[in-house]
Nanobody, 115 residues
């Protein structure tokens, strides 16, 4: 199982970024795929996830209405579209894959929201 997160960068407040989580080594639909973030000096927090099977999206309060998670099974990729970015969204973003007691993590991608 491998997960590769990408798409981070520097963006001004109010801007947008799309993060990608490229998966390999497993059947994407069998796993719930989540996005987490960790800001300097803070604990890692959950941002969003898409369920296994039907692919239902779920969002943390901080992401609701601004972020959209989606899954492209043909490309084995899960996306996190982030709009209306705020400085407090600055963090390293990680994707994870979970099924029952198995959890896998990818490396992070840095998102910096600053003017």
């Amino acid at each position: 199982v491998q997960l590769q997160a990408s798409g981070g960068g520097l963006v001004q407040p109010g801007g947008s970024l799309r993060l990608s989580c490229a998966a390999s080594g497993f059947v994407l639909e069998d796993y719930a795929i989540g996005w987490f973030r960790q800001a300097p000096g803070k604990e890692r927090e959950w941002v969003s996830c898409i369920s296994s099977g039907a692919g239902r999206p779920y969002y943390a309060n901080a992401a609701e209405g601004r972020f959209t998670i989606s899954r492209d099974s043909a490309k084995m990729t899960v996306y996190l579209q982030m709009n209306e970015l705020k400085p407090e969204d600055t963090a390293v973003y990680y994707c994870s894959a979970a099924m029952l007691l198995r959890v896998y993590w990818g490396q992070g991608t840095q998102v910096t929201v600053s003017s």
